[in-house]
Each structure stands twice: as structure tokens, then as C-alpha cells.
């Protein structure tokens, strides 16, 4: 026995120095805090200071060493991050994590993003290209002097490769593909619902909310009536089963962003409140910093956050003008319906036949032979994958596609002087479009759309696809800055923006519905503005926290008047779910099972009234949810009207539709939580953000993901937090009193789950508490030398 204790002795000491030996190469790839590091191409010093949260603060000499100095700083703390984000937009993930990447790449490879960016950098102006160059230099820089690969490298048997300028166009692309991510499966969609029923019917569909309006000009749409002929078969019988019967209430992420101009701004300053909500994931999106730097017009001193890849600060304040973003939800690109000849080589336009090209893109693979995707283009973009009617092709025409589409004039927000220069820039930056709100340190406020907006003729309905054969349909150039919308100095002294739609008349027509959200979460936001006669920078963040469930209180009222009667509750054993519907329904608290429970059954009883035309969806390839079609207005009047002759017919009566709706959304509820006492809103809503790699590593989950609670807070309120996705960080500054701001991200700081700053903000976010919007005392020095 003596000798099978020495050979476990030997292999638990060799285990002992392989666990040793990683740990230590997993740590030799920390960011460097302290000390004196080279960086070549600086003109002079520049510094690197962190709070204890590591806030990072870049003091150089001007905006290039800045820029490179930032490059340094992000490589060290976020490549991984960065390294996904530009193959995600290229497709090249399956050249790091194999072909279980391939289907993703493909899709994406229809683009050609990475050529489009490799292309694109030799249009912009000579200073954006200088940028992006020395931040590139910055990040190579900066992975170089990592005294090992970052951890996700190890893991996955990989060299991290060098970053590029185009490879921060690809990430700016990435944002495009998040937040415009319909790419024509909504026309195409929007277009069969149009051919499968009467135009009443349709205008009835795919109409916007007049029950929650929440226009910043108080602009009004006016309901569209129920129709007085009966449901239609492609809405009353299923013929095809869907296997996804969610509908969507809005057609892509959100967020919210709101101000106050110096009337309603405590001490006579104006704020903006900005949180822009995403796809949670470990780490976070953003990257806290604060840049300083010199030049000819003197000194700047900017701070808020940036996206790691991008040389540039995205929302935050330069001292005299702060501005945050939502997105505009509004419609981007088009389906063109292309009219092929017999072989399919050529299509018509402008009544001459054109031949489609063809681009090869080679998508490498780790550890397999390489393969090749042939990409089929028109002049208006890339042909969609989506089977069109015979004899015909669809293409997509997309802002993105377009030069006009992508470039980094949104940098020079850093050095606008007062809201006026802020909207006068908005026209001629390539970013994916925003609602872009913002606020001078003279207490004046201004809303526009930031980004390229297409000059649209000849269609008639660009909800669906359209036939640009004949030349008289088309984009024409671009609008100018005077065109676009502009709100500029409201006379109540307030602007908010959360995805829904923002104005209306002939600025709405401009900027089209791209499945605005329903707008009850707009219209919280504005009554807590007008609730207040001024509010200071607290005030601001109490309403981003405010998670009233103001939305569900008449679906929580159907239940109590209508549906949960005597003898229902007595037959099925209800008495505890109608009890909790009425005490815990008001709010999204993470312990209230009544708001779960009234939540369950709206979504069912939709889903159950809007089966068959998700079926009809699915029989095409798409899904529900990929409609424009917002499904609280239609089915609310449906149930509220409860004619026999609009009901879906797997039904026998409007009462038996919402009763069933309410015993199959408790079943759900009971399977997946044990108890109706356990199925809590916190229960079902958990923060969840996991890294990229846990979840093909679970035995590593506990030290790569963030810790996880039930969260308040849901779709249709102010504190957005619905299962994973919800505010990716939360703003609140004045320009020129960012000493009174706050700013506060999920996580932390670094990428490196071994550094301290790894969730350094995380349990305070979790907490909905504040934390300053400046850095605090500096705890780290590092010093980069030319």
C-alpha cells in the first residue's frame, strides 16, 4: 500500500503544480496598474490613473495620444470582449470557437462588413482615420505588454490576433446589427400579413397605440376601430401549429434617456438622464473613463462611458453639453421585391436588366479546412436568404450598407460648445440611429435623431416589400441637417425618449415605425417629468428605478371583474392565485407573485388569440415576433369587444379563451417553479449575466459570472429588467456640474475575472444605488512613456 500512497502523493502534487502553474498563467494577464510602461507614437507622457473601482482616468498631451493611450487601457482590461464584438460583425467567430460558430457567420457574412470597413476607412476624413490608427496602435500595444494571454484564450487553445483600424468600424457595425437587428424578416413578415387579410383588418393590426401615447410634441394617433366584418381565417384558424407563439412589443432593444432644461432643473441647471438597455453578459458593455487632453482651442476634459473597440467616449459630458442615447426604433432599411429574368442572373431597374454579382467570402474554421459563402448582391444590397414569390428575389437596402452609414464624426460631440452644435452634428454621423438627447451648461435641452436618414420617394408603404423596378420608387441622397427632426427648447422644460414613438405629423412619416415600443413605458417617464415641478440629479434616477406595474393594471382589473368569478376560482382551486393577483400585483417587486401571475396571463391570452396568424408565420420561415404588429392594441379591443364572430376558433367563448389563459399560464408557472408561493417575479426575472465561455464550462461559471438576484423592474416601466436584458448602465449629469452626477454599470471595469475591478460595481448596480459620476481617488498610477 505504501507505494499507491506515494503515486497518489505524486499525482496530487502534480495536480497541485498544473493548478499552480495555470493560476499563475490565467494572472500573468492582469491589466497593469502601477508603474511605467513604453508606448510608442506617444508625443509625450500620458497617464492612467484608477479609482478603487477602477474608473479610469487618461490624462496626454492631445487627442491622438489619448486615443492611443485608451487603445492601451482597453486591450489590457476588455480584448476578449473586443476580439468577439469584431468577429461577431464579420463573421469570423468560427476561426476562434469552431463550426459550431458557422451558421452565425454565414448569416452574417451576407453583409460583408469587413470589407465594407477595410473600404470604408480610405473615404473618411484624414483625422477619424488618424484616429483609429492610433487607438490600434494603442490596443497592440497594450495586449503585447499583457504578461501572458487573456484567459479565454488559454481555455480555448488560441493566439488573440492584432487589432486594426477597420476592426473598430466592425465593432461600431456590431452595434448596428443589436439594435437594427430585424435585417428585412419585419417587411417580409409585414408583407404576408398584408396579402393574408382584408385592408381593414390590416390597418386594425398593424396600427400604433392610442391607449399609451407618449409623443414629446403630445402629438395623437387615433384608434383604429375594430372592423365590423368578422375574423378572418388566416386569425380564426390555425393551420399550422406554432411551435413560438410570442409576439414581440417592440421590434428591437431599448432604452431610455431623459432631461430637464434650467426651469425644471434644480439650482437652474439642466440634466439628462440617460439608461440605455441591452443584452446583460459578463463583462459589461461599457467602459467607464475620463479623458483629458489639449490642443489649439485649450483644454478638455470629457468623461461617461466608452465601448471597448471605439476610440471615442459614446454618451456622457464634455463640461458644457451632456448627451445619452436610446434607440429610435424607426425604420432603417427597406425589402426591395427584385424581378428576376428566367436564369435568375439579372433583375429590373429602371426598366433595364442588371446582372447580380457574386462575392466569395472565406470563412476560416479552428481546427477544420476552411469554407467558402457566396454572397449575391443588387446595387441596393445583398439578396435575403427568405424565399420570395416565384420569379422574384428580395433584397435589402439597409442605412448600414451605406457609406453614409458608418463613420466617427460622433466624436466630435466632445467638443460641442451648447445644444445648438450637438443637433447640427447629428445629421452627418454614421452611427446606428439614436434618439440623441442633450443638455448645456446654459440650462437648454434639445432632442434629434442621430445618424443618416434616407430621403425616401415614389413608395407607398415601406412596412413591407416594395418593387423599385421601374426607377420611380428609391432612396434619394440623404436628408441634411435641416431636415431632420429637431425638438429644441420645449416650452414645459422636459424631453424623454424610451423607444416609442417620439413625435408625429410629417416627422413621424420621415423616420417611419420600425416597431416602436408600445409606449407605456415612455408615458411613466413622462408623467414622473411632470409630476415634479423641478428635480435634481436624484430625482432623475428615482424615476430610472421607478418599476410601478401602471402597464398591467387593467389586464390585473379583467382578471379580478371578469375572469375570476366565484365559481371559476371554486372549481379550479384558485383561491390563492386570485388573492395574490390582488394584493401583489402593483409593481415589479422581486417578491411579488401576483405581478408574475397577472404578467402570465396577458401574455397567454395574446398568444392564444394571435396562434393562428404565428402559425401562418412559421409555415413562411418566420416567427410572430418578427411582425410589426404590436399585439396589446388589436387584442385588447378583441377582448374588450368579445364579439363571437372575432373569436380565434379553437375557443368556444371569449370567457373560455382568458379562463384557459389563466389555468395554462399557472400550469407553466407551477412546472417551472415547484409552488405557487415560489413562483415570485424575482424568481422567474434573474439578472443572469454570465460570461461568453460558462456556459460551455459550467465548472468555471462560479468565478466567470456575476452574482445573480431576482430583479424589480420589467419592460413596460422605467426600470427596464426583463430576464436578462435591462440597463446597461445608468446616467445622471449636469454639464459643468459632473461633480453632482452619477454613473453606474453592471460588473466592474476589467474583463479579467481575477482583477478587483472585475465587479467592482456590480452589487451597487444590483442595489440600484449610486455611484459618482466622476472618478474618485485615485489607488492606481500607471505612467505610459514614448
Not at 448627451?323 to 427597406?334: V, Y
Not at 435641416?482 to 429644441?488: F, K, L, Y
Request: glycine share 10%.
Amino acid at each position: 500500500m505504501r507505494w499507491l500512497k506515494r503515486v497518489l502523493a505524486g499525482l496530487l502534487l502534480l495536480l497541485t503544480l498544473l493548478a499552480l502553474g495555470l493560476w499563475l498563467a490565467v494572472r500573468a494577464s492582469l491589466a497593469t496598474l502601477d508603474g511605467e510602461r513604453d508606448l510608442k507614437g506617444l508625443s509625450a507622457p500620458a497617464e492612467v490613473q484608477r479609482d478603487e473601482r477602477g474608473y479610469a482616468t487618461v490624462t496626454a498631451e492631445n487627442r491622438l495620444d489619448v486615443a492611443r493611450a485608451l487603445g492601451f487601457v482597453h486591450a489590457q482590461e476588455r480584448f476578449f470582449q473586443m476580439d468577439l464584438m469584431r468577429r461577431n460583425a464579420a463573421g469570423e467567430l468560427s476561426a476562434l470557437v469552431g463550426a459550431k460558430a458557422l451558421p452565425l457567420d454565414q448569416g452574417r457574412r451576407v453583409h460583408r462588413f469587413r470589407h465594407r470597413a477595410e473600404t470604408g476607412l480610405t473615404a473618411l476624413p484624414a483625422g477619424e482615420r488618424a484616429l483609429l490608427q492610433a487607438y490600434a496602435a494603442g490596443v497592440n500595444a497594450g495586449l503585447a505588454t499583457l504578461g501572458g494571454r487573456p484567459p479565454e484564450y488559454l481555455l480555448l487553445r488560441q493566439q488573440p490576433e492584432p487589432w486594426g483600424p477597420a476592426d473598430s468600424v466592425l465593432v461600431a457595425y456590431g452595434m448596428y446589427l443589436d439594435l437594427q437587428g430585424a435585417q428585412g424578416r419585419d417587411d417580409i413578415a409585414t408583407g404576408l400579413l398584408h396579402d393574408a387579410v382584408p385592408p381593414d383588418w390590416y390597418a386594425f393590426l398593424t396600427q400604433h397605440s392610442a391607449d399609451w401615447q407618449a409623443a414629446m410634441d403630445d402629438s395623437r394617433v387615433a384608434a383604429v376601430p375594430l372592423p365590423a366584418g368578422p375574423l378572418p381565417d388566416a386569425l380564426r384558424v390555425t393551420k399550422t401549429a406554432c411551435s413560438d407563439c410570442r409576439l414581440q412589443d417592440a421590434r428591437d432593444l431599448g432604452s431610455n434617456n431623459f432631461a430637464v432644461a434650467a426651469a425644471r432643473g434644480a439650482g437652474g441647471r439642466a440634466i439628462v438622464a440617460d439608461d440605455m438597455h441591452l443584452g446583460l453578459r459578463s463583462p459589461g458593455t461599457w467602459f467607464k473613463v475620463r479623458m483629458r487632453w489639449k490642443d489649439a482651442v485649450g483644454e478638455h476634459d470629457i468623461a461617461g462611458v466608452s465601448l471597448p473597440g471605439a476610440p471615442l467616449l459614446v454618451a456622457g459630458s464634455n463640461g458644457r453639453v451632456a448627451w445619452g442615447f436610446t434607440n429610435t426604433t424607426s425604420d432603417w432599411a427597406d425589402v426591395i421585391r427584385l424581378k428576376l429574368n428566367a436564369a435568375g442572373t439579372h433583375y429590373l431597374s429602371g426598366g433595364v436588366e442588371k446582372p447580380l454579382t457574386r462575392s466569395v467570402e472565406r470563412i476560416e474554421i479552428a481546427g477544420q479546412p476552411a469554407v467558402d459563402h457566396v454572397v449575391v448582391e443588387s446595387e441596393w444590397g445583398p439578396l435575403l436568404a427568405h424565399k420570395a414569390p416565384a420569379g422574384h428575389a428580395y433584397a435589402l437596402r439597409w442605412v448600414a450598407h451605406d457609406a453614409q452609414g458608418m463613420n466617427l464624426r460622433l466624436v466630435q460631440l466632445e467638443n460641442a460648445a451648447d445644444v445648438d452644435d450637438a443637433v447640427k452634428l447629428a445629421a452627418g454621423t454614421g452611427v446606428p440611429h439614436q434618439n440623441l438627447l442633450v443638455a448645456d451648461s446654459a440650462g437648454r435641452i434639445a432632442w434629434t435623431v442621430i445618424g443618416a436618414i434616407p430621403r425616401r420617394v415614389g413608395g407607398d408603404d415601406m412596412d413591407r416589400p416594395q418593387d423599385w423596378s421601374d426607377g420611380r420608387a428609391r432612396w434619394q441622397g440623404w436628408l441634411p441637417a435641416a431636415e431632420q427632426p429637431r425638438i429644441v427648447d420645449p416650452a414645459d422644460g422636459r424631453l424623454w425618449t424610451a423607444n416609442s414613438r417620439m413625435v408625429g405629423g410629417d416627422a413621424m412619416k420621415l423616420l417611419g415605425n420600425g416597431g416602436w415600443d408600445l409606449g407605456a413605458r415612455g408615458q411613466q417617464i413622462r408623467d414622473g417629468l411632470r409630476a415634479h415641478e423641478q428635480l435634481d440629479e436624484a430625482g432623475l434616477h428615482a424615476i430610472q428605478l421607478d418599476h410601478r406595474a401602471l402597464f398591467l393594471q387593467r389586464w390585473r382589473g379583467l382578471l379580478l371583474e371578469r375572469v375570476l368569478t366565484p365559481e371559476f376560482v371554486a372549481a379550479h382551486g384558485l383561491v390563492d392565485y386570485r388573492a395574490a393577483v390582488d394584493k401583489s400585483a402593483d409593481a415589479a417587486r422581486p417578491e411579488a407573485t401576483g405581478y408574475l401571475l397577472v404578467r402570465a396571463f396577458r401574455e397567454r391570452a395574446l398568444e392564444q388569440i394571435f396562434a393562428p396568424l404565428a402559425g401562418l408565420m412559421e409555415a413562411q420561415g418566420l416567427k410572430a415576433r418578427d411582425l410589426k404588429v404590436v399585439p396589446e392594441t388589436p387584442g385588447w379591443a378583441l377582448i374588450q369587444a368579445a364579439r363571437p364572430d372575432t373569436l380565434p376558433a379553437a375557443f368556444n367563448s371569449w370567457p373560455d379563451l382568458l379562463q384557459q389563459a389563466v389555468l395554462e399560464s399557472r400550469r407553466q408557472l407551477l412546472d417551472k417553479h415547484g409552488s405557487l408561493a415560489a413562483a415570485t417575479w424575482g424568481a422567474d426575472n434573474s439578472t443572469a449575466m454570465r460570461h461568453p465561455l460558462s456556459a460551455a464550462l459550467p465548472v468555471l461559471s462560479s468565478w466567470l459570472d456575476h452574482a445573480s438576484q431576482g430583479m424589480a423592474g420589467d419592460s413596460h416601466m422605467p426600470r427596464v429588467h426583463n430576464h436578462g436584458h435591462g440597463q446597461s448602465e445608468r446616467m445622471v449629469v449636469s454639464p459643468g456640474h459632473e461633480e453632482l452626477g452619477l454613473l453606474v454599470i453592471p460588473g466592474g471595469q476589467s474583463g479579467h475575472p481575477l482583477s478587483p475591478h472585475y465587479r467592482a460595481d456590480h452589487a451597487t448596480w444590483l442595489a440600484g444605488e449610486a455611484l459618482p459620476f466622476l472618478p474618485g481617488e485615485t489607488r492606481h498610477r500607471l505612467v505610459l512613456r514614448p
